[in-house]
């Protein structure tokens, strides 16, 4: 009984600190890298996706252990992936609906179709 409250606050705690806002945006005041702004803004790319894609591990989780309802469940995926689209081209987003169903099959149901 104890352990089952002990690891239902872990998975509180790193539901609180998973939901904090992350600016992945690179700080302008970097002097070395000014010459280089495709650079920044590359490694800002991927942060950002490497982002979106936790973000969806973390609701396909979610999903599977009994936490979120499947209309929450879509309505998040649907959210990240539309933002992936826009940010990283069709090419990405159907490599990430693709992976996440291949790691999550649980969660095909609330990922967008191809």
Same mark, same amino acid.
């Given at each position: 009984m ?13 539901l609180?600190?998973t939901s !904090?806002p992350?600016?992945a945006?690179p700080?302008?005041r970097?002097?070395e890298?000014? =010459?280089?702004?495709? $650079?920044i803004t590359? #490694?800002?790319?991927m942060?950002?996706l ?7 591990d973390a609701?396909c989780s ?5 936490? !979120? ?6 309505t ?6 539309? =933002?992936?689209?826009k $940010?990283?081209?069709? #090419? ?7 992976r996440?169903?291949k790691?999550y099959?649980?969660?095909?149901f609330?990922?967008?179709s191809?």
């Amino acid at each position: 009984m104890v352990f089952c409250s002990m690891i239902r606050s872990l998975f509180l705690l790193q539901l609180i600190l998973t939901s !904090l806002p992350v600016d992945a945006r690179p700080e302008p005041r970097v002097e070395e890298n000014k =010459e280089n702004s495709t $650079e920044i803004t590359r #490694d800002a790319e991927m942060i950002n996706l490497g982002r979106d894609i936790g973000w969806i591990d973390a609701t396909c989780s979610w999903f599977g252990w009994g936490h !979120l309802s499947l209309e929450n469940t879509k309505t998040s995926i649907s959210v990240i992936t539309e =933002e992936i689209e826009k $940010e990283h081209g069709a #090419d990405m987003y159907a490599w990430v609906i693709e992976r996440t169903a291949k790691r999550y099959p649980q969660c095909k149901f609330g990922l967008p179709s191809l």
